[in-house]
């Protein structure tokens, strides 16, 4: 069963500071991995998708890598923004039929 | 093209009432889920459709939960004899295909009093 794991709960960092978010997870047997934001009282944005194939993702200022090997993922932002304060998941997909299992989430607060 | 849509936004019942949510997902997607998120939690799959068919139900609760989706679009998650337990933010999501990126809608928050 796969388990996915993001820690710490809560980050808060000041504005134009580089962040990771670090997220973890048991079954490596994935294709691949995706990232999330989400904020207070909304749904789910998709951020970033990786495939196993590929080791990094980028989109603006953000970047995730996939070590498939280590069950690890990361997602860099790079300038932080007020703007970035949200929830941050991460899913890893299970089966043929890629139900996602998520993460708790980080919820980051970028400070002016 | 619009994303996907899910309503109603809101939905507040009594406890033992019958509810029914929907979503509309993207035009041409095949995959479709219903996930639910609790406070604090990420979200928990409840069942996938491919097409019309339900190809996985293994995360709904119990049998007072059944979902469809009879012309492989809009798909409707039923509730019966609904619990406070119940409460929480269903969520549905699209793609193109399995193994593909997944869009999410707003979800419906569902309170049970």
């Known amino acids: 069963k796969q388990e996915v794991t993001q820690i710490p709960a809560a980050l808060s960092v000041p504005e134009g500071e580089n962040l990771v978010l670090n997220c973890s997870f048991t079954d490596s047997a994935i294709y691949n991995l995706q990232w999330f934001r989400q904020d207070p009282g909304k749904g789910l944005t998709s951020l970033l998708l990786i495939q196993s194939s590929q080791r990094e993702q980028t989109s603006g200022r953000l970047n995730a890598s996939l070590d498939k090997s280590s069950g690890r993922s990361t997602l860099y932002i790079a300038a932080s923004q007020p703007g970035d304060s949200a929830t941050y998941l991460c899913?890893?997909?299970?089966?043929?039929?890629?139900?996602?299992?998520f993460g708790k989430g980080i919820t980051l607060s970028v400070r002016p | 093209g619009a994303g996907v849509s899910q309503t109603p936004s809101n939905k507040v019942t009594e406890k033992g009432k019958y509810v029914e949510l929907r979503c509309d997902p993207i035009s041409g997607h095949t995959a479709l889920y219903w996930y639910r998120q609790s406070l604090g939690q990420g979200p928990e799959f409840l069942i996938y459709?491919?097409?019309?068919?339900?190809?996985?139900d293994s995360g709904l609760p119990n049998d007072r939960f059944f979902a469809v989706r009879p012309e492989g679009s809009v798909s409707t998650l039923k509730i019966q004899r609904t619990e406070r337990g119940d409460s929480a933010v269903y969520l549905c999501?699209?793609?193109?295909?399995?193994?593909?990126?997944?869009?999410f809608g707003p979800g419906t928050r569902l309170t049970v009093l």
């Open positions: 999501a699209s793609s193109l295909a399995a193994q593909r990126e997944q869009f």
């Open positions: 459709f491919q097409g019309t068919g339900a190809a996985d």
């Open positions: 899913a890893a997909p299970t089966g043929a039929n890629s139900k996602l299992t």
